[in-house]
């Protein structure tokens, strides 16, 4: 089984990305757990040594499964549906500078929060031409590099854009990209799916990475979600990316994520 756990690369409000600072002693950490990746949360690949980078993930033989890159919207106020075009365009362009690490590294880029959210005196079929326009541009460089762009259905009580599986459909048949598909995340699909194998299924070979985390957004096993169905349905059909820890670090951080591991393995065949 690949599984991967969320590290920060700088500090965010953004309360279920597990782990941050202390790159080493962390990364360390999270191999000695068991892990074999960890997804990496990038506001700004300006920001992050990548030498220093590398060496570490090679020192801990992880692999990064993908980059997170919602601290754009939830640090900076990016987003590819804010009334600015000038916020748009730089949006925009902090998700096509996420590209050549993500080549590098061979991870799929997330297209989380940094997508937005509605705002006021702004008609939803508006922002959703904006979205559409920036997942594009977006996926067309992208497409240069061979790198894949998964954009997350995320609960409505986060944005008003893209909430579920179906809407995620409808929107990859509309921006008709080989290189863009879902990043699915069971805490989301636990509020917005009516079942959450079925909707699994339906994603198919567009599921492009996955999160997990329980009903209460604890590591899987602190609350009440079935991961041994879940994960069966994820596998039937056909993915073999990696499964993501991203929940709360409770009751602390090392708990949580040994927690994870553990409690997947028992489920899991
Ligand atoms: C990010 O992967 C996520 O799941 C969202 O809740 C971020 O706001
Ligand atoms: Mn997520």
């Known amino acids: 089984m ?3 756990i969320v590290y920060t690369t700088q500090q965010t409000k953004f309360q279920a990305a597990t782990y941050s600072g202390e790159l080493d002693a962390n990364l360390a950490k999270i191999a000695r757990y068991g892990y074999n990746g960890v997804e990496l949360a990038i506001r700004d690949p300006k920001l992050v040594d990548m030498m220093e980078l590398e060496i570490i993930l090679h020192k801990y033989n992880l692999i990064v499964p993908a980059i997170g890159t919602g601290q754009a919207w939830g640090e900076e106020g990016l987003s590819f549906t804010d009334p600015h075009p000038d916020i748009r365009k730089a949006a925009i362009q902090r998700i096509q500078s996420h590209i050549p690490i993500a080549e590098k590294l061979h991870a799929v880029v997330i297209i989380g929060l940094v997508r937005g959210i509605l705002k006021p005196g702004i008609s939803h079929p508006q922002a959703m031409d904006w979205l559409r326009e920036a997942l594009q541009q977006c996926t067309s460089a992208a497409k240069d590099y061979n790198v894949r762009l998964a954009l997350e259905p995320i609960n409505r009580y986060e944005t008003s854009l893209i909430n579920n599986v179906t809407q995620g459909m409808d929107l990859i048949s509309e921006v008709n ?3 863009f598909g879902l990043l699915l995340d069971t805490f989301h699909m636990n509020i917005e799916e009516p079942q959450i194998e ?4 339906k994603c198919g070979k567009r599921i492009f990475h996955f999160h997990v985390a329980d009903s209460n957004r604890w590591y899987p096993g602190g609350g009440h979600l079935d991961f041994g169905a ?10 073999t990316g990696f499964i993501s820890g991203e929940f709360l ?21």
């Open 2 to 4: 690949n599984l991967s």
């Open 177 to 179: 990209s080989d290189n």
């Open 198 to 201: 079925e909707s699994i299924q």
């Open 230 to 239: 879940i994960i069966t349905s994820l596998r039937d059909t056909g993915y």
């Open 249 to 269: 670090p409770y009751p602390d951080v090392d708990t949580a994520a040994q927690n994870c591991i553990l409690h997947l393995q028992k489920v899991i065949q």
